[in-house]
């Protein structure tokens, strides 16, 4: 077991964002883990496991201990003539399941390609993209119960799956790590979605007619990165702002003002609208203060141009805030998880 002092947390979030943390480690399975947790060195220390760094702004040096989950492995556990169920650690790159999934014909992630982040993650954010969320395909994942120690499994029904939402991420949050997570996938007869976004009109620029999973996957990374920044390149979180759901009332009266806005039914009483078409309609789109900015293709995002401080993209988020809130009435929630 290593830990690390004072260690450096700017290779492990995407934003780029300098902040240390008082001890770092790192896990690669549940014994690993339960000795990190029993460990003096770490008694009474605030805990923050993290996957990908993807989905996390630090506005602050962490005072506690970072855990790194790098369990591996990719594997069948059974399969009939329809479906494969698919198991993969909680330390695996989720775009490499992906690829792996579309590279066997498995139906089912080719929606969710290039996604940042590790497979850990995914349950905890509920993460979807072009029509397809992760409970759609999700079979179970086993969790460490920090209390004890215990291995716990968890059925679709017991993650209360939501919007960008699961247990994990609420009541959760902090008392299970997630381990591995397991995938039911099909073998024939996929269900293509392929109606959301701009999948159609960037298959029917290929000449596609009739898409297959690969067809697909490669769609979908097309369109993100026409739009999305490469973390590499640009450190940002991805989506920043979850897409809000209004009482259809007020979807009508900003669809009356504004008959470009786009809207998505989300039950009944309730529209979806898109975060960034708002975010852009008050002018934040590719603007820069402080070395932080929103993008300049896709108003949802926000980056770090080179040197920003957390609390500087923080600032900025309540900026953005603020002003959708007062030109539509609608409040913006924040995606990314905040330290």
């Known amino acids: 077991m290593q830990l690390i002092a004072h260690a450096d947390l700017k290779p492990f979030n995407t934003f780029g964002i300098a902040a240390r943390a008082e001890r770092l480690a790192r896990f690669a399975d549940a014994d690993q883990l339960r000795a990190l947790l029993a460990a003096p060195e770490l008694a009474g220390m605030p805990r923050l496991v993290l996957g990908g760094g993807s989905n996390v702004l630090f506005t602050r040096d962490f005072p506690g201990a970072v855990l790194l989950n790098e369990v591996p492995g990719i594997a069948v556990e059974r399969r009939t003539d329809d479906h494969v169920w698919v198991k993969a650690g909680a330390g695996v790159a989720w775009h490499a399941l992906v690829m792996h999934a579309v590279a066997q014909d498995w139906g089912g992630l080719e929606n969710l390609s290039l996604i940042p982040g590790k497979v850990g993650a995914a349950p905890m954010q509920n993460i979807g993209a072009y029509g397809v969320e992760i409970k759609d395909c999700f079979e179970r994942l086993e969790a460490l119960r920090v209390s004890d ?100 009332a007020l979807a009508r009266r900003i669809k009356a003002a504004h008959p470009d806005a786009p809207t998505y039914p989300a039950g009944e009483g309730l529209v979806k609208l898109a975060a960034g078409w708002l975010i852009e309609q008050c002018g934040w789109k590719g603007r820069r203060i402080d070395g932080c900015g929103v993008h300049e293709r896709q108003a949802l995002v926000l980056v770090n141009h080179g040197g920003a401080t957390g609390s500087q993209v923080w600032d900025l988020s309540e900026q953005v805030l603020r002003s959708v809130q007062q030109r539509f009435g609608v409040e913006l929630e924040r995606e990314v998880n905040v330290i």
Not at 156 to 165: H, K, M, T, V
Not at 186 to 210: C, P
Not at 233 to 245: C, E, Q, R, Y
């Open 149 to 248: 120690g215990e291995l716990v499994t968890f059925h679709r029904a017991d993650c209360s799956f939501g919007y960008r939402e699961s247990f994990f991420k609420r009541e959760g949050r902090d008392r299970f790590i997630i381990l591995s997570v397991t995938f039911r996938l099909t073998l024939r007869h996929h269900a293509l979605r392929t109606a959301y976004g701009n999948i159609r009109d960037e298959l029917a620029r290929r000449s596609i007619t009739a898409p297959t999973i690969r067809d697909v996957s490669d769609a979908v990374i097309a369109i993100r990165r026409s739009k999305l920044p490469d973390p590499a390149v640009l450190g940002n979180a991805g989506s920043f702002f979850k897409n809000p759901v209004v009482p259809e």
